[in-house]
């Protein structure tokens, strides 16, 4: 299992736009073949970040999901959102449920 971690952070007049199409990413990678589970938290100190915790079985399955068509609208309708470029820590769940 590979777990994602990425980090964004938003543009303030954006914040309401970027949970609306990263609601519709979060859906549509749920029903991914490889997707073990894919969580969108919003920051309770600073309203503009967001953090996505992404978890696919393998690498190959991560990687097949930048392939599709809803991470590709999602990617290029959020670029304009950002206040900086994402980032992504990979991980490897030691424990989980």
């Not at 969580?39 to 309203?47: E, G, I, Q, R």
């Not at 970040?49 to 696919?56: A, N, Q, R, T």
């Not at 599709?68 to 994402?86: C, F, G, L, N, Q």
Request: net charge negative; with cysteine; glycine share 2%.
């Amino acid at each position: 299992m590979i777990a994602t971690l990425v980090f964004v952070d938003v543009i303030p007049e954006y914040v309401e736009a970027f949970a609306e199409i990263t609601k519709y990413n979060h859906e549509n990678s749920r029903k991914e073949p490889g997707n073990v589970r894919f969580d969108v938290l919003h920051d309770n100190k600073d309203p503009n970040k967001f953090i996505l915790y992404e978890v696919f079985k393998d690498q190959e399955a991560a990687a097949a999901h930048k392939e599709t068509e809803h991470y590709k609208k999602w990617r290029e309708t959020v670029a304009p959102m950002m206040a900086s470029p994402r980032s992504a820590i990979p991980t490897t769940p030691c424990c989980f449920d």
